[in-house]
């Protein structure tokens, strides 16, 4: 049989991803308020990382917590830590059709550290 | 702004030379990833769940108490692994038994002939 990977165990009593805090090996690269492009990378297997976002430029709303990333944990490969972002964008830098009277409109969503490219 | 789109297949395993890098990043497209897609309203019912719904929720969530899977590894099978078909024609907790059922047996809990057996049995306390 597989090896169990009791994912379950170290989240027990503090919660998931709170039980991967500190487990990155540096600091995160991004601040609230930078720029950021959504990279282009492969989505071979899995990813959260939808294709709507790819190539778009959005600014970092929150540095939300510490976690492996989805392509990793999804293999329950928990031995790399990503910092996460919730990242906002204009709708109409999404959607080429949404219309100009909505121009302030924004959508927010969330990726991993490797996902984000700075914008100078 | 890349708005790719999934594909139906033009013909059955298409030759190499019309399968550009293009139509190989159409069809990379994780099923999950529905955002952008051409589609119709849904009729929305106000239904609770059914108790099989219940029970499939209850016994994936065991498993993940058990060592078995983590919620991503459910999510990239239950989203992803399944296919375009299956993630669009199946119930939403239809997806969830079926994973809970195929991890089983990907990590040699149980065998299919088990499984399989096990599925006659139950079919015949109701026939």
């Known amino acids: 049989m597989t090896k169990r990977s009791h994912h379950a165990e170290i989240a027990t009593g503090k919660g998931d991803p709170q039980c991967f805090s500190n487990t990155t090996s540096a600091p995160s690269k991004f601040k609230v308020g930078d720029k950021v492009r959504i990279k282009e990378l492969p989505d071979i297997f899995y990813t959260r990382t939808q294709v709507y976002t790819r190539g778009a430029v959005g600014e970092v709303a929150v540095v939300t917590h510490e976690s492996p990333a989805p392509e990793d944990e999804s293999w329950d490969n928990t031995d790399h830590s990503e910092w996460f972002y919730i990242v906002r964008f204009r709708q109409k830098d999404l959607w080429p059709e949404y219309p100009d009277c909505y121009a302030n409109d924004t959508l927010q969503t969330e990726f991993s550290e490797r996902w984000l490219e700075a914008v100078k | ?127």
């Open chain 2, 1 to 127: 702004m890349n708005l790719r789109n999934k594909q139906n297949p033009p013909k059955d395993a298409p030759y190499p030379d019309i399968f550009d890098h293009k139509m190989f990043r159409d069809w990379m497209r994780t099923p999950h990833d529905v955002g952008g897609e051409d589609d119709v309203p849904m009729q929305f019912e106000e239904k609770q769940e059914e108790q099989w719904e219940l029970n499939t929720y209850v016994t994936c969530e065991c498993l993940a108490w058990r060592g078995i899977w983590n919620a991503e590894e459910r999510r990239r099978r239950q989203n992803v692994d399944i296919g375009n078909a299956m993630y669009l024609g199946l119930p939403y907790y239809g997806r969830w038994l079926l994973a809970a059922a195929r991890i089983m047996v990907d990590k040699q809990h149980v065998t299919l002939t088990e499984l399989m057996n096990k599925m006659e049995e139950v079919k015949k306390r109701h026939d």
